[in-house]
């Protein structure tokens, strides 16, 4: 979270949490669903990159845009987080959030309709549809099952100097660097079930009896 959000949270603690106004799609894109017209999709740089430093989650799963100092609750088109796959000169893969985290992938699935989700360092999200074809060359059969198998790597540099991103791609101090040949089995997963077991609320609402949260 920016030092500035910070600062207004402790200068103004009372200001009401809110929901129904922002919407994150299956692309990894914010919508305004509020009162402002119907499906805004916001995309100044400087807006998506404030809110990609200050995206959280509540212990409860619901995710939620702290702006200054009151919090927007997000309605959840699929999954938190949708990931982007990133080639690299070297011929490593570098996966990012659409928030621009860097981390490294963990397991991958795929639901009913195909879609492939991946589990990263920050949680679970969609692939984007356009990078399903990155994804595609690593995958190979084995026993009757999908398997992806590649080489991921998370750089020591500024991982924003290496990718022209839309959102500024940056390395959570916990993340470790380096390279990893990594292979997954495609678990399947209904979509239905996927807010369940990754605990998380695609539809939060203001908690009625305490409205700053």
Known sequence: MDDLVEKALARWPNVPAIAGWLKLNLQGDWLL??????????????????????????????????????????????TPWVYRIHP??????????????????????????????????????????????????????SGGELVHQACW????????????????????KKTSTGQRTCTFKLIQIDSNAVARRFQFNPNPEVNQQDPNS
């Open 33 to 78: 669903t509020g009162p402002a017209p119907e499906g805004l999709t916001i995309s100044h740089p400087r807006i998506l990159n404030f809110m990609a430093r200050n995206y959280g989650c509540e212990p409860d799963g619901r995710f939620y845009f702290q702006n200054g100092p009151q919090k927007a609750y997000v309605h959840l088109a699929y």
């Open 153 to 172: 790597a998370v750089p020591d540099c500024d991982p924003d100097s290496l990718i022209a991103a839309r959102t500024k791609l940056r390395r959570d």
């Open 88 to 141: 690299l000169a070297q011929g490593d893969l570098m996966l990012s959030t659409h928030t621009g985290l860097v981390g490294w992938p963990l397991a991958m699935y795929q639901d009913e309709q195909g879609r492939v989700l991946i589990e990263g360092e920050q949680g679970i999200g969609l692939l984007h549809s356009n990078d399903m074809d990155l994804l595609a060359a690593g995958l190979q059969e």
